[in-house]
């Protein structure tokens, strides 16, 4: 069991929405993890966005939150000078809000992993120079 998850806009869409290509493998994933899922803010607004066309989906993500299986630790007003530094580091990828948001959320806590569907995480670096730890599917990598 992975006790220290991170989780991006992709998987967690996946797992609440069966119609999603990826849903099989965030169901397998998510069954291996201990613990609350971690993400930021700016994931949620993606997720809830992606999911705009079914209300019940967009629920269960809200209904995970206010159990406490999904947690949000991470304050943007906190944070926002070294995320506008990664912001400007990886602008040619061109990176999102959520992603840098992602990346420096595992900075503040360096054992995570986190689990995504995008490929972009395989060239990030925490605190410049470290690879992060991911849960990716092998094709996406």
Same mark, same amino acid.
């Given at each position: ?11 967690? &869409? ?8 990826w849903h099989g493998w965030a169901l ?10 971690? &993400? ?21 993500v809200l209904r995970m939150i206010a ?38 959320? &595992? ?16 060239i990030y670096r925490k605190h410049g ?13």
């Amino acid at each position: 069991m992975i006790r220290c998850v991170i989780v991006d806009a992709g998987p967690l &869409t996946a797992f609440v929405d069966a119609d999603d290509a990826w849903h099989g493998w965030a169901l397998e994933r998510f069954k291996e993890f201990a613990g609350p899922l971690l &993400t930021v803010e700016p994931v949620i607004t993606e997720v809830l966005f992606l999911l705009r066309s079914d209300p019940d989906a967009q629920d269960r993500v809200l209904r995970m939150i206010a159990s406490g299986a999904l947690r949000i630790p991470f304050r943007l007003e906190a944070e926002a000078e070294p995320v506008r530094r990664l912001l400007a580091k990886y602008h040619d990828l061109p990176m999102s809000l959520a992603d840098a948001c992602l990346v420096r959320l &595992t900075e503040l806590l360096d054992e995570h992993h986190i689990c995504t569907l995008d490929a972009d995480f395989t060239i990030y670096r925490k605190h410049g120079k470290s690879a992060i730890r991911l849960i990716i599917p092998a094709e996406r990598q």
